[in-house]
């Protein structure tokens, strides 16, 4: 296919920002609170807290903080071990590490692509020991503090299943709801199901606010741990004491202004990115090259980023030549993650073979589901894949 510069760019996945951002960000400006105090920021918390029906929610600078904060609030230390996803975008991983604590990387499942609970509670029952303080991993000698269930791509991982083994492992669980906002497990919102929840307001999130990020908490007293460590733990009033070593993880009220205007659109972006979903399955329903993550019939999922399968095994030169071919169009498609337990900043802890995960790395391409890509641009995205593809 010749290049045509005359052919529009198709972005992977780009903000919608409109009138409303604009207002409201201007109102900042004009009132001069732009920083990390003011309205628009106590009304982002209260109205994000009331969709999500929490009692509380806390604004971040990021996503990566809200998992940093979230993992110091639910109490793991350093060189106790979270159990967390391996197929994930690297954040969840790094925030493990940023405690001092130690990943145990879960492969996939195979068919909606989220942490394999059936191995999270293989590794609990085989690979460690039971005592009165808690669960060791017998290898490692490491007390087990926690799971990090990360939902990716918009579909959730079965949060009830996973509360389940925590309970009777007596773990904290810390979801990673950054790429499933409006997702929901039996009718329950993703991030509202552990004990603490954690979004990201990334510019190629469900919503953005350019960099942000929000922790929710049911628990007493998680969420106003996790405001005062956000605000390098000073204390009220005037006089600058501080209870602990602190964060500055603020987010700031311009933020919040871009939050506040995404968040009144939020039921319009599900509609669109689930429309976009359905249109990319039926197309590609009837093609025996391509698979695609299966909704599970307890789940809803947000429809984040639609991904597909192409090629066999762990041969990535299929998906890699799509991508190619694509780039090549003005078509921008990208692969997954490397999996945690291949990469290089977590090979201390690398672990397998996981071959779900390794499977997904190399046959996963991500197609661009922006909520104002319109049908035109996705006919182009479906033409080109089946021609490449088939
Ligand atoms: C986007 C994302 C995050 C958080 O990212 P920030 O850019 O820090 O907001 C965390 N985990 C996953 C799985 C993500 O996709």
Not at 163 to 183: C, P, Q, Y
Request: proline share 5%; charged share 20%; with cysteine.
């Amino acid at each position: 296919m010749p290049f045509d510069s005359k052919v529009s760019m198709i972005p992977l996945c780009e903000p919608s920002i409109g009138d409303r951002e604009r207002e409201y960000v201007n109102e900042c400006l004009n009132t001069g609170w732009v920083s990390s105090v003011g309205e628009f920021v106590t009304r982002f918390e209260k109205d994000f807290a009331a969709r999500l029906n929490v009692p509380e929610s806390v604004a971040v600078s990021s996503g990566t903080a809200a998992l940093h904060l979230a993992l110091l609030a639910v109490g793991v230390k350093p060189d106790e071990e979270v159990i967390i996803s391996t197929m994930t975008f690297i954040a969840p991983a790094n925030a493990i590490r940023y405690v001092g604590a130690c990943p145990v990387f879960i492969d996939a499942d195979d068919k909606h692509w989220q942490m394999d609970f059936q191995l999270v509670r293989r590794f609990l029952e085989e690979e460690c020991d039971r005592r009165n303080d808690g669960v060791w991993n017998r290898v490692t000698g490491r007390k087990v503090s926690a799971i990090l269930p990360v939902h990716i791509l918009g579909h959730p991982v079965d949060m009830d299943v996973i509360m389940e083994i925590a309970e009777e492992f007596n773990l904290k669980v810390v979801e990673d709801s950054t790429e499933s906002l409006g997702a929901s497990v039996r009718s329950k919102p993703t991030g509202t199901i552990g004990h603490v929840g954690c979004f990201s307001f990334n510019g190629n999130k469900l919503l953005t606010t350019g960099g942000g990020g929000m922790v929710v908490s049911k628990v007493p007293g998680i969420a106003k741990l996790v405001r005062d460590l956000s605000t390098q733990a000073k204390e009220p009033g005037g006089e600058y004491i501080h209870s602990q070593v602190g964060y500055n993880y603020r987010l700031t009220n311009v933020q919040a202004a871009l939050g506040c205007a995404q968040l009144e659109q939020i039921d319009d972006f599900l509609l669109r990115k689930k429309q976009v979903a359905s249109s990319y399955r039926s197309a590609f329903a009837g093609s025996c090259s391509i698979r695609m993550l299966d909704e599970a019939p307890w789940a809803n999922s947000a429809h984040w980023l639609t991904t597909i399968l192409v090629g066999n095994d762990c041969d990535s030169s299929v998906s890699r030549a799509l991508i190619q071919k694509a780039a090549e169009c003005r078509i921008m498609l990208r692969p997954l993650w490397q999996p945690m337990h291949l990469s290089p900043a977590h090979t201390a802890f690398s672990r397998g073979p996981l071959p779900v995960a390794d499977r997904l790395y190399a046959q996963g391409v991500s197609l661009p589901s922006s909520v104002n890509i319109d049908n035109k641009q996705v006919e182009r995205v479906i033409d080109l894949i089946l021609k490449v593809v088939s």
